[in-house]
């Protein structure tokens, strides 16, 4: 299960993610980007209650950065530790603005 | 004409020539022959010494075949073969080749048995040969269930060919520099932890694997059979008591090797493999305990010769040996508890042991007479006092330790959450857990995308510990599918120092997996991708 929590202010998106990024959650995750990056020059990914991120989430996150490297800017805030250790052995926290 | 009964193949040899003139008469012979084998549904017919078949003698396979739905060719020298592809047959049933012929003239004995001997043909390769008649279809069933029990899971040595010794067969095996446990406690006594720690692992290894339904026969009818056997042995109560608690033995569908014992467990190029499948079942553990405790004292208990000539050492390391297993099989040092599941284990042990003996020998025969009167003696005895044989065995015999689902990628949730069960169950880390979720998404979403499209079918995951059941040391994953063969593992990984422009879309799945675990394998047997993730988890 994955509960997707968006606050949008000034062209700022924060997106509040809670439960598990999975190969089952990852598209409505998607899916809720295209609809919503309209506008938005700066992206927040809230991970404090992601508990799980497979490659098909990453995968998203992945599409997001290189869509919002045209748009204006993505943050990743929050990260706990064992989403943080899947970043690093992919490569991850090296792609994405990690706060 | 089929019997639920009688499962075992007849085996039935052609010879000469079958043509108009012998057709009839054939005929009748092979009937007589299946019916003294008590009508079974399967049979083989060895054609070793067949060297001709007429259109006559065809019509008689073809008509057999009516009443023996499962019939086999075997043997079939080369002018026979192309009658018999030429005409369809080797289309209708298996028709197979005959078998290289292999001398043993001169080579070394390594192991014995009651059903033959294995020699050492070359330095890597050893044959198995077999002195009863059904030589040929006990090959066939230990063939069958090695397969089974590799692709469960099993490190066993399978035969890959198998060849014609003198007159009877036998099977050819590779094995590298093997030497079994019984050798290595004759003869590397300081080697002897290393025996029990690896003997208790495989055993335990074993007993925590799930056989799918039909696949093995069940130990505990086999049990009972002997036990219907030594009725009028002992006293009628206690043998209506020993039945009853024979039949009370819970039901199991855990694999039990049914022979397991020290010259049955062989270090190969340093791999502990278990070896001489042919008793492979299903059921309670308890009756695998019975076949030990006979192997290191039971049928050595009145004459200690018996064993010192078997595993090649003595009584006093025999039993000192069942003792220690028993006791880290169980997971304790408390002897009041070893004792009391001893005492259930001889029970039937004891059955057992008189059933075998007075099926292979005269009942006054003065050389056995002293040990039956022996095993009678403590049968009688344990039965006064033992009042169930329910014990709990460290695995968890009724818990599924796997699960066979449509793999589809709806199916993830299923799969991750059985895994975790599984694996939060043995104690493992939260963060471990996670990590195999992760690598185990993978490998279950690229079948659920690949190995069957555009179809969809099965897979099967199964979750197994090596080490102490309750703070295990590493988990092991299986997934099995039947869908084109793919080895992951074959893919190159993707450059994860590249920037997220350069970077591609996906092909991170495999390279994540093998990041979280310590190592995966993967093999294409009989039909199956076998994909295992292992990793330490203490």
């Given at each position: 299960?994955?509960?997707?929590?968006?606050?949008?202010?000034?062209g700022?998106?924060?997106?509040a993610?809670?439960?598990?990024?999975?190969t089952?959650?990852?598209p409505?995750?998607?899916?809720e980007?295209?609809?919503?990056l309209?506008?938005?020059?700066?992206?927040?990914?809230?991970?404090?209650?992601?508990?799980?991120?497979?490659?098909a989430?990453?995968r998203?996150?992945?599409?997001?950065?290189?869509?919002?490297?045209?748009?204006?800017?993505?943050?990743?805030?929050?990260?706990?530790?064992?989403?943080?250790?899947?970043?690093?052995v992919?490569?991850?926290?090296?792609?994405?603005?990690?706060? | 004409?089929?019997?639920?009964?009688?499962?075992?193949?007849?085996?039935?040899?052609?010879?000469g020539?079958?043509?108009?003139?012998?057709?009839?008469?054939?005929?009748?012979d092979?009937?007589?022959?299946?019916a003294a084998a008590?009508?079974?549904?399967?049979?083989?017919?060895?054609?070793?010494?067949?060297?001709?078949?007429?259109?006559a003698?065809?019509?008689?396979?073809?008509?057999?075949?009516?009443?023996?739905?499962?019939?086999?060719?075997?043997?079939?020298?080369?002018?026979?073969?192309?009658?018999?592809?030429?005409?369809?047959?080797?289309?209708?049933?298996?028709?197979?080749?005959a078998?290289?012929?292999?001398?043993?003239?001169?080579?070394?004995?390594?192991?014995?048995?009651?059903?033959?001997?294995?020699y050492?043909?070359?330095k890597?390769?050893?044959?198995?040969?077999?002195?009863?008649?059904?030589?040929?279809a006990?090959i066939?069933?230990?063939r069958?269930?090695?397969r089974?029990?590799?692709i469960?899971?099993?490190?066993?040595?399978?035969?890959?060919?198998?060849?014609?010794?003198?007159?009877?067969?036998g099977?050819?095996?590779?094995?590298?520099?093997?030497?079994?446990?019984?050798?290595?406690?004759?003869?590397?006594?300081?080697?002897?932890?290393?025996?029990?720690?690896?003997?208790?692992?495989?055993?335990?290894?074993i007993?925590?694997i799930t056989?799918p339904?039909?696949?093995?026969?069940?130990?505990?009818?086999?049990?009972?059979?002997?036990?219907?056997?030594?009725k009028?042995?002992i006293?009628?109560?206690?043998?209506?008591?020993?039945?009853r608690?024979?039949?009370?033995?819970?039901?199991?569908?855990h694999?039990?090797?049914g022979?397991?014992?020290?010259?049955?467990?062989?270090?190969a190029?340093?791999?502990?493999?278990?070896?001489?499948?042919?008793?492979l079942?299903?059921?309670?553990?308890?009756?695998?305990?019975?076949?030990?405790?006979?192997a290191?004292?039971?049928?050595?208990?009145y004459?200690?010769?018996?064993?010192?000539?078997?595993?090649?050492y003595?009584?006093?390391?025999a039993?000192?040996f069942?003792?220690?297993?028993?006791a880290?099989?169980?997971?304790?040092?408390?002897?009041?508890?070893i004792?009391?599941?001893?005492?259930?284990?001889?029970?039937?042990?004891?059955?057992?042991?008189?059933?075998?003996?007075?099926?292979?020998?005269?009942p006054s025969?003065?050389?056995?007479?002293?040990?039956?009167?022996?095993?009678?003696?403590?049968?009688?005895?344990?039965?006064?006092?033992?009042?169930?044989?329910?014990?709990?065995?460290?695995?968890?015999?009724s818990?599924?330790?796997?699960?066979?689902?449509?793999?589809?990628?709806?199916?993830l949730?299923?799969?991750?959450?059985?895994?975790?069960?599984?694996?939060?169950a043995?104690?493992?880390r939260?963060?471990?857990?996670?990590?195999l979720?992760?690598?185990?998404e993978?490998?279950?979403?690229?079948?659920?995308?690949?190995?069957?499209?555009?179809?969809?079918?099965?897979?099967?995951?199964?979750?197994?510990?090596?080490?102490?059941?309750?703070s295990?040391?590493?988990?092991?994953?299986?997934?099995?599918d039947?869908?084109?063969?793919?080895?992951?593992?074959?893919?190159?990984?993707p450059?994860?120092?590249?920037?997220?422009?350069?970077?591609?879309?996906?092909?991170?799945?495999?390279?994540?997996?093998?990041?979280?675990?310590?190592?995966?394998?993967?093999?294409?047997?009989?039909?199956?991708?076998?994909?295992?993730?292992?990793?330490?988890v203490?």
């Amino acid at each position: 299960m994955l509960n997707i929590n968006k606050t949008a202010e000034n062209g700022t998106l924060t997106i509040a993610l809670e439960g598990r990024l999975d190969t089952v959650t990852a598209p409505a995750l998607e899916q809720e980007l295209r609809n919503s990056l309209e506008g938005v020059t700066e992206l927040d990914f809230d991970l404090a209650k992601l508990e799980y991120i497979s490659s098909a989430g990453l995968r998203v996150l992945l599409l997001a950065q290189k869509e919002m490297n045209v748009r204006g800017e993505m943050k990743v805030r929050r990260v706990n530790e064992i989403v943080s250790e899947i970043f690093e052995v992919t490569g991850f926290n090296d792609i994405l603005t990690i706060e | 004409m089929t019997s639920a009964q009688n499962t075992e193949p007849a085996a039935i040899r052609l010879s000469g020539r079958i043509d108009s003139n012998n057709a009839a008469q054939t005929e009748q012979d092979i009937r007589a022959q299946l019916a003294a084998a008590g009508s079974p549904d399967r049979a083989v017919f060895d054609a070793a010494g067949l060297e001709y078949i007429s259109s006559a003698g065809l019509r008689v396979i073809l008509r057999i075949r009516k009443d023996v739905p499962e019939l086999k060719i075997i043997n079939v020298n080369p002018e026979v073969y192309e009658i018999l592809d030429m005409t369809g047959f080797t289309e209708m049933m298996t028709v197979e080749k005959a078998y290289r012929t292999v001398s043993v003239e001169g080579c070394e004995v390594i192991g014995e048995g009651f059903n033959g001997k294995v020699y050492r043909i070359d330095k890597d390769n050893v044959v198995k040969t077999y002195k009863n008649a059904g030589a040929l279809a006990g090959i066939m069933h230990e063939r069958e269930v090695a397969r089974l029990a590799l692709i469960l899971g099993v490190p066993t040595a399978i035969s890959y060919d198998i060849v014609r010794v003198g007159d009877s067969y036998g099977s050819v095996f590779e094995l590298l520099n093997a030497t079994s446990f019984s050798k290595i406690l004759a003869t590397q006594p300081e080697r002897y932890d290393f025996c029990v720690r690896e003997y208790v692992k495989m055993l335990k290894k074993i007993h925590s694997i799930t056989v799918p339904a039909g696949k093995l026969p069940r130990i505990k009818e086999h049990e009972l059979r002997s036990v219907r056997r030594i009725k009028g042995l002992i006293p009628d109560v206690l043998w209506d008591k020993l039945f009853r608690l024979t039949e009370d033995v819970p039901e199991s569908d855990h694999m039990v090797h049914g022979d397991f014992h020290t010259k049955n467990i062989v270090v190969a190029d340093g791999e502990v493999l278990l070896i001489d499948m042919d008793t492979l079942s299903v059921g309670h553990p308890i009756f695998e305990l019975v076949h030990m405790y006979n192997a290191y004292v039971g049928f050595s208990e009145y004459d200690p010769e018996i064993v010192l000539n078997f595993q090649g050492y003595g009584a006093a390391t025999a039993r000192r040996f069942w003792h220690d297993s028993l006791a880290a099989y169980l997971g304790t040092d408390d002897e009041a508890v070893i004792k009391s599941v001893e005492e259930k284990v001889r029970v039937i042990s004891y059955a057992n042991l008189l059933d075998w003996s007075s099926r292979h020998s005269a009942p006054s025969d003065p050389a056995t007479a002293p040990t039956q009167a022996l095993w009678k003696r403590e049968l009688i005895a344990l039965l006064e006092r033992v009042d169930t044989l329910r014990f709990d065995p460290p695995c968890d015999v009724s818990a599924p330790a796997e699960l066979t689902l449509p793999a589809t990628v709806d199916n993830l949730p299923r799969v991750t959450d059985f895994i975790s069960g599984r694996l939060s169950a043995a104690g493992v880390r939260p963060k471990f857990v996670t990590q195999l979720e992760l690598a185990a998404e993978e490998i279950f979403v690229n079948i659920a995308n690949y190995a069957y499209t555009p179809y969809t079918g099965n897979a099967t995951v199964r979750v197994a510990f090596t080490g102490p059941a309750e703070s295990p040391d590493s988990a092991e994953i299986t997934f099995i599918d039947s869908g084109k063969p793919y080895d992951p593992l074959k893919k190159d990984d993707p450059d994860v120092t590249l920037s997220a422009g350069e970077r591609e879309i996906g092909g991170l799945g495999i390279f994540m997996a093998k990041k979280v675990t310590d190592d995966i394998r993967y093999e294409y047997v009989s039909g199956q991708n076998i994909l295992t993730l292992i990793k330490q988890v203490r």
